[in-house]
């Protein structure tokens, strides 16, 4: 059920990325299932909240759920950007690998995403090597 309402929750905090991460996965050379990475990212938000890598946000934040959306948000941002770098379900779970490691190592930059999406989102369709 969480993956659902953060995968809601992201179309709130900024329809247009929302909308963006739509319209690539359902391109015709870099589609992806959506809700699938979704749920992957819900089950590495839950990981960070019970590692208490969000608990400092948390307090920042007023509470745990906002800080593990915006966590949710700028991993999904993350994705985007690397997606955009012309990746295509042939490299999904080596990329998604990565990126879940990298959203263990580095939560605080995943949140600095969720703070500026409208800057993540165009400084991804900057590095793309095709329009995204």
Not at 10 to 31: I, P, R, V
Not at 32 to 52: D, K, M, Q
Not at 83 to 96: I, S
Not at 99 to 112: F, I, V, Y
Request: with cysteine; charged share 15%; aromatic share 10%.
């Amino acid at each position: 059920m969480l993956g659902l309402l953060q995968l809601l929750y992201l179309t709130h905090h900024d329809a247009s990325a929302a909308k963006k991460l739509y319209q690539l996965s359902t391109g015709t050379k870099q589609e992806f299932p959506l809700a699938v990475v979704s749920l992957n990212i819900t089950r590495w938000t839950l990981a960070a909240v019970r590692s208490g890598a969000l608990s400092t946000p948390a307090r920042k934040l007023a509470g745990y759920l906002p800080a593990a959306n915006h966590f949710y948000c700028g991993a999904f941002y993350e994705f985007y950007t690397r997606w955009c770098q012309g990746k295509t379900m042939r490299q999904a779970g080596f990329m998604l690998k990565q990126l879940e490691d990298h959203c263990k190592r580095h939560p605080a930059k995943l949140l600095q995403l969720a703070a500026a999406p409208d800057r993540a989102v165009a400084a991804a369709d900057a590095k793309a090597w095709q329009p995204c």
